[in-house]
Protein backbone atom coordinates (compact mmCIF):
# COMPACT_ATOMS: atom_id res chain seq x y z
CA UNK A 1 0.00 0.00 0.00
CA UNK A 2 1.04 3.80 -0.79
CA UNK A 3 2.07 5.73 2.24
CA UNK A 4 3.69 8.85 3.26
CA UNK A 5 6.46 8.10 6.36
CA UNK A 6 7.94 10.48 8.43
CA UNK A 7 11.14 10.49 10.55
CA UNK A 8 12.34 10.41 13.16
CA UNK A 9 9.01 10.49 15.50
CA UNK A 10 10.35 12.40 17.90
CA UNK A 11 13.57 14.45 18.63
CA UNK A 12 15.65 16.39 20.95
CA UNK A 13 17.87 18.92 19.74
CA UNK A 14 19.89 21.76 21.12
CA UNK A 15 19.41 25.72 20.29
CA UNK A 16 21.49 26.39 17.22
CA UNK A 17 21.86 22.91 15.71
CA UNK A 18 20.74 22.06 12.29
CA UNK A 19 17.97 19.51 12.28
CA UNK A 20 16.33 17.94 8.96
CA UNK A 21 13.26 16.15 9.08
CA UNK A 22 12.41 13.24 6.21
CA UNK A 23 9.22 12.84 4.55
CA UNK A 24 9.21 9.91 2.06
CA UNK A 25 5.76 9.25 0.24
CA UNK A 26 4.97 6.24 -2.15
CA UNK A 27 1.90 7.75 -3.56
CA UNK A 28 3.96 9.59 -6.45
CA UNK A 29 1.93 12.45 -5.66
CA UNK A 30 3.83 15.84 -7.03
CA UNK A 31 2.42 18.10 -4.64
CA UNK A 32 4.56 17.64 -0.92
CA UNK A 33 3.72 19.90 2.05
CA UNK A 34 5.29 20.85 5.37
CA UNK A 35 3.10 21.88 8.30
CA UNK A 36 3.61 22.29 11.92
CA UNK A 37 1.15 21.98 14.90
CA UNK A 38 0.48 24.51 18.06
CA UNK A 39 -1.82 24.81 20.14
CA UNK A 40 -4.11 27.46 19.44
CA UNK A 41 -2.99 27.72 15.75
CA UNK A 42 -4.05 24.47 13.66
CA UNK A 43 -1.98 23.45 11.11
CA UNK A 44 0.03 25.82 9.37
CA UNK A 45 2.40 25.86 6.19
CA UNK A 46 5.90 26.06 6.40
CA UNK A 47 7.13 24.96 3.04
CA UNK A 48 5.38 23.21 0.14
CA UNK A 49 6.55 21.52 -3.61
CA UNK A 50 4.60 21.29 -6.95
CA UNK A 51 7.44 19.02 -8.53
CA UNK A 52 11.08 17.64 -8.35
CA UNK A 53 12.69 21.07 -7.66
CA UNK A 54 10.09 23.35 -6.93
CA UNK A 55 9.78 24.80 -3.60
CA UNK A 56 7.71 27.81 -2.34
CA UNK A 57 7.37 29.33 1.47
CA UNK A 58 4.11 29.01 3.32
CA UNK A 59 2.78 31.57 6.07
CA UNK A 60 5.38 30.29 8.66
CA UNK A 61 8.91 29.62 6.62
CA UNK A 62 11.67 31.51 8.31
CA UNK A 63 13.88 29.35 9.49
CA UNK A 64 13.29 26.65 7.38
CA UNK A 65 14.02 25.25 4.12
CA UNK A 66 13.70 22.34 2.05
CA UNK A 67 14.61 20.78 -1.15
CA UNK A 68 12.95 18.61 -3.72
CA UNK A 69 15.69 16.22 -5.65
CA UNK A 70 13.25 13.70 -6.36
CA UNK A 71 9.62 12.90 -6.40
CA UNK A 72 9.05 10.69 -3.63
CA UNK A 73 11.37 13.02 -0.78
CA UNK A 74 11.04 16.78 0.58
CA UNK A 75 13.24 16.96 3.96
CA UNK A 76 12.65 19.67 5.94
CA UNK A 77 15.65 21.68 7.49
CA UNK A 78 16.18 23.75 10.58
CA UNK A 79 19.09 25.94 9.92
CA UNK A 80 19.22 26.67 13.20
CA UNK A 81 17.22 25.59 15.77
CA UNK A 82 15.08 28.09 18.34
CA UNK A 83 13.01 27.03 20.95
CA UNK A 84 9.73 28.67 19.18
CA UNK A 85 10.25 25.61 16.57
CA UNK A 86 9.61 23.02 19.42
CA UNK A 87 6.39 21.40 17.93
CA UNK A 88 4.66 18.82 15.76
CA UNK A 89 5.38 18.65 12.24
CA UNK A 90 3.46 17.07 9.98
CA UNK A 91 4.54 16.18 6.08
CA UNK A 92 1.27 15.51 3.39
CA UNK A 93 1.21 15.02 0.02
CA UNK A 94 -1.54 14.95 -2.60
CA UNK A 95 -1.88 14.60 -6.17
CA UNK A 96 -1.96 17.51 -8.69
CA UNK A 97 -4.57 16.58 -11.22
CA UNK A 98 -7.34 19.35 -9.75
CA UNK A 99 -10.27 18.61 -8.24
CA UNK A 100 -11.21 17.27 -5.02
CA UNK A 101 -7.85 15.44 -4.68
CA UNK A 102 -7.38 14.62 -0.96
CA UNK A 103 -4.08 14.91 1.14
CA UNK A 104 -2.47 12.60 2.93
CA UNK A 105 -0.55 12.85 6.05
CA UNK A 106 2.52 11.62 7.41
CA UNK A 107 2.89 10.32 11.52
CA UNK A 108 3.92 13.41 12.67
CA UNK A 109 7.34 14.41 13.93
CA UNK A 110 7.32 15.88 17.56
CA UNK A 111 10.59 18.18 17.83
CA UNK A 112 11.34 19.66 20.88
CA UNK A 113 14.23 22.32 20.98
CA UNK A 114 16.29 22.60 24.46
CA UNK B 1 -6.23 35.12 2.65
CA UNK B 2 -8.02 32.35 2.87
CA UNK B 3 -9.13 31.18 6.45
CA UNK B 4 -11.17 29.06 8.18
CA UNK B 5 -12.54 30.05 11.98
CA UNK B 6 -14.04 26.33 14.09
CA UNK B 7 -15.24 26.22 17.04
CA UNK B 8 -11.78 25.94 19.49
CA UNK B 9 -13.37 23.74 22.39
CA UNK B 10 -12.58 21.82 24.16
CA UNK B 11 -15.77 19.61 24.12
CA UNK B 12 -16.61 17.16 26.36
CA UNK B 13 -19.89 14.65 25.73
CA UNK B 14 -21.33 11.75 27.04
CA UNK B 15 -21.42 8.75 24.81
CA UNK B 16 -24.56 8.58 22.75
CA UNK B 17 -25.26 12.25 22.80
CA UNK B 18 -25.57 14.94 19.91
CA UNK B 19 -22.26 16.45 18.37
CA UNK B 20 -21.70 19.53 16.73
CA UNK B 21 -18.50 21.74 15.94
CA UNK B 22 -19.11 24.68 13.97
CA UNK B 23 -17.16 25.79 11.22
CA UNK B 24 -16.96 29.24 8.81
CA UNK B 25 -14.56 30.18 6.65
CA UNK B 26 -13.27 33.22 4.35
CA UNK B 27 -12.03 32.27 0.46
CA UNK B 28 -11.80 33.75 -2.80
CA UNK B 29 -13.87 31.55 -5.46
CA UNK B 30 -15.10 28.13 -4.34
CA UNK B 31 -12.66 26.29 -2.16
CA UNK B 32 -13.56 22.39 -1.49
CA UNK B 33 -13.91 21.78 1.78
CA UNK B 34 -12.77 18.91 4.16
CA UNK B 35 -13.13 17.64 8.12
CA UNK B 36 -9.95 15.98 9.23
CA UNK B 37 -9.58 13.96 12.27
CA UNK B 38 -6.23 13.10 14.81
CA UNK B 39 -6.53 10.39 16.86
CA UNK B 40 -3.98 10.35 20.02
CA UNK B 41 -0.11 10.17 18.70
CA UNK B 42 -1.50 9.84 14.92
CA UNK B 43 -1.55 11.99 12.10
CA UNK B 44 -4.09 13.83 10.30
CA UNK B 45 -7.30 11.14 8.49
CA UNK B 46 -9.95 12.56 6.14
CA UNK B 47 -13.01 12.42 7.35
CA UNK B 48 -15.29 13.49 4.63
CA UNK B 49 -15.32 16.58 2.17
CA UNK B 50 -17.16 18.28 0.24
CA UNK B 51 -16.51 20.29 -3.53
CA UNK B 52 -19.49 22.83 -4.23
CA UNK B 53 -22.46 24.25 -2.47
CA UNK B 54 -25.08 22.39 -1.03
CA UNK B 55 -22.80 18.97 -1.30
CA UNK B 56 -23.16 17.03 1.81
CA UNK B 57 -20.21 15.12 3.10
CA UNK B 58 -20.44 11.92 5.40
CA UNK B 59 -18.69 9.60 6.74
CA UNK B 60 -18.70 7.17 9.97
CA UNK B 61 -22.09 8.86 11.08
CA UNK B 62 -20.45 11.94 10.40
CA UNK B 63 -21.84 14.83 8.29
CA UNK B 64 -21.46 18.06 6.98
CA UNK B 65 -23.34 20.17 4.67
CA UNK B 66 -21.02 22.84 2.54
CA UNK B 67 -23.26 25.90 2.86
CA UNK B 68 -22.40 29.01 0.62
CA UNK B 69 -25.03 31.46 1.55
CA UNK B 70 -23.49 31.18 5.12
CA UNK B 71 -20.12 30.08 4.31
CA UNK B 72 -20.38 26.92 6.52
CA UNK B 73 -19.32 23.38 7.10
CA UNK B 74 -20.21 22.19 10.26
CA UNK B 75 -19.92 18.69 11.25
CA UNK B 76 -22.65 16.71 13.10
CA UNK B 77 -22.94 13.63 14.42
CA UNK B 78 -26.12 12.35 15.93
CA UNK B 79 -24.81 9.61 18.93
CA UNK B 80 -21.43 9.55 19.86
CA UNK B 81 -18.96 6.79 20.94
CA UNK B 82 -16.21 6.68 23.13
CA UNK B 83 -14.09 6.04 20.39
CA UNK B 84 -14.87 9.35 18.58
CA UNK B 85 -12.67 11.47 21.33
CA UNK B 86 -10.04 13.08 18.94
CA UNK B 87 -8.91 16.21 17.56
CA UNK B 88 -11.06 17.41 14.68
CA UNK B 89 -9.88 20.01 12.01
CA UNK B 90 -11.58 22.14 9.26
CA UNK B 91 -9.94 22.64 6.07
CA UNK B 92 -10.71 24.36 2.59
CA UNK B 93 -8.48 23.93 -0.19
CA UNK B 94 -7.62 26.47 -2.64
CA UNK B 95 -7.11 26.27 -5.95
CA UNK B 96 -2.73 25.46 -5.66
CA UNK B 97 -3.93 22.94 -3.50
CA UNK B 98 -2.75 24.30 -0.60
CA UNK B 99 -4.79 23.51 2.76
CA UNK B 100 -5.45 26.80 5.18
CA UNK B 101 -6.73 24.73 8.70
CA UNK B 102 -9.31 25.40 12.12
CA UNK B 103 -7.28 25.66 14.82
CA UNK B 104 -8.97 22.28 15.74
CA UNK B 105 -11.42 21.16 18.26
CA UNK B 106 -10.58 18.74 20.89
CA UNK B 107 -13.00 16.16 21.44
CA UNK B 108 -13.81 14.13 24.68
CA UNK B 109 -16.51 11.40 24.67
CA UNK B 110 -17.54 10.18 28.18
CA UNK B 111 -18.48 6.64 28.43
Known amino acids: DAEITQSPRHKITETGRQVTLACHQTWNHNNMFWYRQDLGHGLRLIHY???????NKGEVSDGYSVSRSNTEDLPLTLESAASSQTSVYFC?????????????FGQGTRLTVV | GDSVTQMEGPVTLSEEAFLTINCTYT??????LFWYVQYPGEGLQLLLKATKADDKGSNKGFEATYRKETTSFHLEKGSVQVSDSAVYFCALKNPDYKLSFGAGTTVTVRA
Open chain 1, 92 to 104: ASSESTGGVAEAF
Open chain 2, 27 to 32: ATGYPS
Open chain 1, 49 to 55: SYGVHDT
